[in-house]
């Protein structure tokens, strides 16, 4: 209890509280402040990780991308509170549906899942339990709750890059959308 002692006490303190403040800092900068899960900076930090991975070996992952569907309309209609609670519900149902893998908030109305060690037939699977638990949902809503989405598959023969997997899923989730408006 000398003075160097106090003193070492008072610079260890110090650090754990730089270390909690930096957390909650981290925290800010990569979440969505809606939703609880990864954002779109953080989406782009894993992305540049990925693309580096491809380029120093071969990995396997699949991107799936979704968009909710009359979010607009439902914001216009109703109040951007029911938009809200749509993106926080869908955003939980995703998540739910994924939990093996991280989640990401892109945009006001989409998002991102980056699978890895998921067999296609799996993820497949994963997105038709996501339309059901939707269709589920949207019963208990006075409007149509869905979320269209798409999946591809990372394949070297075939991407460049992550773009081009990613558009791959961006060209998956419009036909979906397109589908469900017929």
């Known amino acids: 209890k000398d003075e160097v002692g106090m003193l070492a ?14 957390n909650y800092i981290n925290g800010l900068a990569y979440r969505d402040a809606l939703t609880g899960v990864k954002n779109k900076t953080a989406y782009q930090e894993t992305i540049a990780n990925l693309e580096e991975r491809t380029r120093t070996g071969r990995p396997e992952f699949a991107m799936i991308v979704f968009d909710i569907n009359n979010l607009k309309i439902i914001n216009d209609t109703l109040g951007h509170d029911f938009g809200d609670i749509l993106i926080i519900d869908s955003c939980k149902l995703i998540c739910k ?18 699978l890895t060690d998921v067999w296609p037939d799996e993820a497949r699977e994963g997105l038709k339990v ?31 890059g992550l773009d081009n997997t990613l558009s791959r899923a961006d060209a998956d989730m419009y036909s979906n959308k397109r589908e469900m408006k017929q």
């Open 130 to 160: 996501l339309a059901v638990g939707m269709e589920e949902y949207s019963r208990g809503c006075s409007f149509d709750a869905s979320v269209a989405a798409g999946i591809a598959f990372y394949d070297p023969g075939m991407d460049a």
């Open 97 to 114: 549906v994924f939990k093996r893998s991280p989640v990401y908030r892109i945009g006001g109305d989409e998002f991102a899942v980056i």
């Open 9 to 22: 006490d008072s610079f260890q303190q110090t650090v754990s509280h730089l270390q909690k403040y930096i």
